[in-house]
Every structure is written in C-alpha cells, then in structure tokens.
C-alpha cells in the first residue's frame, strides 16, 4: 500500500509539499548496478543524481491524483496519460531536468475514475475512446505499462544511450533509463480487478495475458521537461514556452532534430518502419521534443531488422515524412494555426528535412558504421537502383502458396478443376468432387 514518506532522503521534502505518498515495488532494473557507464555519465551531467536514485529505492513516489497540472515539484503535462514528471531544482533555481514516471497511474488513488474517464475521452484521430484505444487497437492494458514493453523500451534506450556515448563521448538528448519496477502481486490484482469491471469483455480479453504478465514502471532522466511539439496546442504550456517559439529558435530546434536523427542512423537505427504502423515513432509530434531531443524509442528499428533495400527506402522516406510531420506542427504551434490534418501535402517540410539529413549524414560517412544502404539512399538513385528495388518488390502472380514446383500438378485432381470452373476437363465426369 502506498505509505506517506518517513526516511530522511532528498525526495522527502518533494514528496511532502506535493502531498504524495511513496509505494514499494520490485526491482527489476537498476541503471548504478545494470549500466554503470551509463550511470556514471549522467551523474556528471547531473551531479544529485546518485543521492535522487538511493532516494526512489526507498519507493516510488505517487502523486495525489490523475489531474493535469502542478504537484510542488511534480507535474502531469496535458496529453500525458501515463507518466508524470519530477523537475530537478538546480543549485542556481534553475531547472536541470526531469524524472519521468511512466506507469504508476494504477496505483494513484482516483485510478478508477481515471479509467472511467479515459473510456468516453476521444483520442487524437482514432475512433475509439482513449481508454479502448489501448486495449483494442494498441493491444496494450490501458492507463498501465506492460512489463514487457518497460524492459523492451528500457533496453533499446540503454542500448542506443551506450553506443552514442562511445561514439560522441556524450549522451544523447534521450532518455536515459534508471529503473524498472515491477507491481507486486497484490497490486496487480488491484488493477486488473478494476479494469475487468469497467472495460468491455472483449477490451478485456484482448490484453488478459499482459496483464497477468505483470506490470511495471519505468523511471527515467531527461535533460528537460520533455514537452513535445503536440504538446503546443494548450494554450497553458505554449504560454509557457513562448521564448522558444521564434523564428531563430525553431530552426535551432529543426537542426537538432535532424542532426540527432542523423546520429541514430549512423549507429544502425531506422526511427520508423511499416510494420509499426498506428504505434508512433521517436520524430513524430508525439514524442519529438521542443529542447531538440525526442523521447519513447520504443519502436525504433535496428537496420539488420530491414530486410532488403526497397524496405530501408520506404522506412527512411516514412521517417522522414514524420519528423516533416513534427516540424510542420510545431510551427502550427508557434504561429497559432492548427496543424494540417493531411501533412503530406506539403513537400516543403519534406524537403527541409531531406536536405539537411543528406548533409549530416554524408559527413558522418567516413565512419566504419555506417550502413552503405544508408548512403545509397540519401544520394540521387540510379537506373540500377530502380531495377533492384522492383526486383525486390516483385511478387510471382501464381505463388498464392508455398509449392515445389515437381508437385505443383498433383496438388489438385484434374476433375477438380473442372468442378471449380464449371467445365469439365476432358476424359472427366461431370459432377460433384
């Protein structure tokens, strides 16, 4: 059960003024024990963070409530449905980053009305409720966070944060995992208690087996408040974020953008392919960050998962179509328009990002990981690389099945043709099969 905090650690004093309470959990990564370069390099970036993480051991704060909005120190920014942020206070009153908790909300005291909340609340363009959105379309326990999908996300991130330190010796503007708790048993069937109760039998059905996979919490340091470019249309936070929202500071975030994107390409990694249609991707609205960075890599795609070339042109050309998608909207944002229901009309975000991603990446050529698929690509195509990509693509009319072609005449009998066609084949009777 949650419990108000009695240890003397740096978080108590937070968890007090926000009027939380702390919650124990299961360890199930710890970045000072799992990834101790990764651990060592945010320490320097962010010296209290030692002492922060000794703090979220004792337990997990939870805040008072599901509301959008300021708790002291914590905050729940609008359209975040399953994290809330604490902002590190820096020795000068300045911010010096956020700890995301993605994951406690079933947990929190008003869960309940949360969820019945989520049930009627409408979601982006989809034509389910908020709360059916997860379990029917995403297949994902609504309000929560698989274990799986904390570990997989959780991985993934160290994995990239590692080989971006080794290569720039510097971490990435990602995020940076710290822990992965577990919900105890009995907290588990808490939630699955209540959302039995409310969802749909088929809503239900559909994520049973995650949910009795177990749930968890993902903890995270970013380097800022991760507000996002879709973020911009309450007018709250664009209030708030005014000074970054000119002329000179968009284009400073465009190009960081790129060129981070530009990076993650170099080490091995697609933002974005066909097979996680509907899912997101790092660089599109949802996830770009208006300091630069991106956050939630949970699908990006290692380029030895891309088969063939044709599907590397059309990941790279998708991806690029999202992060124009981005940008386009955070300047929908900044000058107070909506942002286009149907961006892939305008090629000039398209060819903004095209550009500057040719240059980033060709100075990064040199360097031995980078895929020559990748290369190819972003140069002019030939004649040839038309050829091998329809090559690639083109599919055999009579191969609707697997067959080996000796066996291909004895698959169906003779008088079987003729029942399926209406003509008998010769020496045949007619009749039925």
């Excluded at 945010?42 to 010296?47: H, R």
């Excluded at 008072?64 to 000068?92: K, M």
């Excluded at 975030?253 to 997101?280: C, K, R, S, V």
Aim: glycine fraction near 6%; hydrophobic fraction near 45%.
């Amino acid at each position: 059960m949650p419990h108000t905090p009695t240890m003397n650690n740096y978080l108590q004093a937070f968890v007090h003024a926000a009027g939380a309470a702390t919650v124990d959990m299961i360890v199930r990564f710890d970045a000072q024990r799992d990834t101790p370069e990764l651990f060592e390099a945010a320490s320097l970036q962010l010296p209290v963070l030692r002492e922060l993480m000794a703090s979220l051991r004792l337990g997990i704060p939870l805040v008072p409530s599901s509301r959008i909005g300021s708790f002291g120190n914590f905050v729940r920014l609008p359209n975040h449905y399953r994290s809330v942020c604490f902002l590190i206070p820096g020795p000068d009153g300045e911010l010096s980053g956020a700890i995301a908790f993605k994951g406690t909300e079933p947990l929190l005291p008003d869960f309940p009305d949360y969820l019945a909340w989520m049930l009627n609340a409408p979601f982006r363009t989809s034509s389910l409720p908020l709360g059916l959105h997860f379990p029917l379309d995403m297949k994902l326990p609504p309000c929560a966070m698989w274990i799986d999908e904390c570990r997989h996300e959780q991985e993934i991130s160290s994995r990239i944060q590692g080989q971006y330190l080794l290569e720039h010796g510097k971490l990435a503007k990602l995020p940076v995992p710290l822990f992965v708790m577990q919900l105890t048993t009995a907290q588990l069937e808490r939630y699955r208690d209540c959302v039995r109760a409310l969802l749909p039998t088929m809503a239900f059905d559909r994520v049973a087996t995650k949910i009795a996979a177990g749930l968890g919490v993902e903890v995270y340091y970013y380097p800022s408040l991760p507000v996002r470019a879709a973020d911009l249309f309450t007018m709250e936070v664009k209030s708030a974020y005014r000074a970054v929202l000119n002329a000179k500071a968009l284009e400073r975030t465009f190009n960081h953008w790129i060129e981070l994107m530009a990076d993650l390409l170099a080490l091995g990694y697609m933002p974005y392919a066909p097979w996680h249609h509907g899912m997101g991707a790092y660089v599109d609205p949802g996830n770009a960050c208006i300091d630069g960075g991106f956050n939630d890599l949970l699908t990006i795609v290692p380029f030895d998962s891309i088969p063939n070339g044709q599907l590397l042109w059309v990941s790279l050309d998708q991806s690029i179509h999202l992060l124009a998608h981005s940008i386009l909207t955070m300047c929908a944002g900044a000058t107070g328009m909506m942002p286009p229901a149907q961006p892939e009309q305008f090629p000039a975000a398209v060819a903004y990002v095209n550009s500057r991603l040719r240059r980033y990446v060709r100075s990064r050529a040199h360097s031995a990981r980078v895929d020559a698929r990748l290369v190819r690509v972003l140069e002019s195509p030939s004649v040839e690389d038309v050829c091998r990509h329809l090559r690639e693509t083109q599919r055999d009319p009579g191969a609707a099945q697997f067959r080996q072609s000796q066996q291909a005449a004895s698959l169906v009998p003779s008088d079987a043709v003729g029942h399926f066609t209406g003509v008998p084949l010769a020496g045949s009777a007619p009749g039925n099969v």
